[in-house]
Structures are given as structure tokens and as C-alpha cells.
Nanobody, 120 residues
Framework: QVQLVESGGGLVQPGGSLRLSCAAS????????MAWYRQAPGKQRELVAA????????TYADSVKGRFTISRDNAKITVYLEMNNLRPEDTAVYYC?????????????WGQGTQVTVSS
């Protein structure tokens, strides 16, 4: 079972930037595809971005294309989500996910989540 710990959330003004990190442990990290999901109040959890085992392949939700970038460092067993030009509609709890195989759907391993609030 993968253990995942997210960090980097917070309060930011519209147009601002944040960088989320997700540290993994308990498994051979390079064997896992990784993804970021988010869940806003009253809404279903949705896939934001995903990357393959090597980091060479990525996929994004249409709503974040051109603004968010997912990356991974297999040496540091960490996956990142760089978020730029943030909008109020990006406000949500962001979760890290790991799975053997490709996205979607999500794997069974989730982090505890980190809150991102975009507000002036």
C-alpha cells in the first residue's frame, strides 16, 4: 500500500500561484502512475492532472490546461502540481493518487488532501 502525504496548499489571490507536493513511501515509486484530483464543496472529486511512471506522459483536465503542470521526481519519490493563474473556481481540496496502470479511474491509494483557496 502506498502512503501519500500532500503539502503546499493555502490561500492565494486570483492570478496567483501555488506548488503542491506529494511525497510517497512504502512502494517502488517508479512503478506507479500518479495523479492529482480535487473536490470542491458539493461537487464530485475530479481528475486534475496525471502523469505516467517516467513522467514523460501527462494528461490534464480541460479547465486547467495551460495553467497547471504536473511533474515527478522519482529520485525524491515526489510528485508536484504547479498551479499558475489561479481562479476562484480552482478552490478545492486537492488529493494525490497513485496506481499501477493508467488514469482514469483512480487507484485505491489517496493522500489526506490539502486545501487550496483562491480568493481576494
Amino acid at each position: 500500500q502506498v502512503q501519500l502525504v500532500e503539502s503546499g496548499g493555502g490561500l492565494v489571490q486570483p492570478g496567483g500561484s501555488l506548488r503542491l507536493s506529494c511525497a510517497a513511501s512504502g512502494v517502488i515509486f517508479r512503478n506507479y502512475a500518479m495523479a492529482w484530483y480535487r473536490q470542491a464543496p458539493g461537487k464530485q472529486r475530479e481528475l486534475v492532472a496525471a502523469t505516467g511512471r517516467s513522467g514523460l506522459t501527462t494528461t490534464y483536465a480541460d479547465s486547467v490546461k495551460g495553467r497547471f503542470t504536473i511533474s515527478r521526481d522519482n529520485a525524491k519519490i515526489t510528485v508536484y502540481l504547479e498551479m499558475n493563474n489561479l481562479r476562484p473556481e480552482d478552490t478545492a481540496v486537492y488529493y494525490c493518487n497513485a496506481k499501477l496502470g493508467s488514469y482514469p479511474p483512480p487507484g485505491n491509494s489517496w493522500g489526506q488532501g490539502t486545501q487550496v483557496t483562491v480568493s481576494s
